[in-house]
């Protein structure tokens, strides 16, 4: 099963792919954020394009677990999503996936330039190998014990 993981950004929205057998994540790309309906268009043309069956979205909860106003956001998007292109939409707990995004990139020694421009991407890439890895076969815990759980 193909997924696709996003990171829901205040400027950017980070995407990133799964190989075909749900096993493998990796950066895809930023979709800049002009506006929801934008950013959903262009999710859907790559749902469509990579043959995505369930989409993994970033909730970025408070260090303590509680949802602030930017997991609020990121539940009204994937409720949007969810409604436009009729496949799964589950919700990750993203906490500290931009940070460590940033940690790799600098370890790679990317510059500022390419931090800036990936990071969200990378951070989408982290937050979709959380929930392939917790989707695992054998490991206890399957995809809907998402700390979000299903939206759509």
Known sequence: ??????????HRV?????????VIAQSLTVI???????VISAVAALIHAHGVE???VGLPLRLD???GDAAAAARRFAGRLGRAVEIPVVLEDE??????????????DAGRNVRRARRDAVAAALILRRYLDR???GTGRGPDSTSGGDVA
Do not use: H
Request: net charge neutral; aromatic share 2%.
């Open 1 to 10: 099963m193909r997924l696709l993981g996003i990171d829901v950004g205040t």
């Open 14 to 22: 980070g995407v990133a792919l799964s190989d075909p057998t749900g």
């Open 32 to 38: 800049p954020r002009q506006s929801w309906e934008q």
């Open 54 to 56: 369930r989409v993994v």
């Open 65 to 67: 677990g509680r949802e």
């Open 95 to 108: 906490r500290l996936s931009t940070a460590e995004a940033e940690r790799i990139m600098l370890a790679s």
């Open 135 to 137: 989707s695992q076969p």
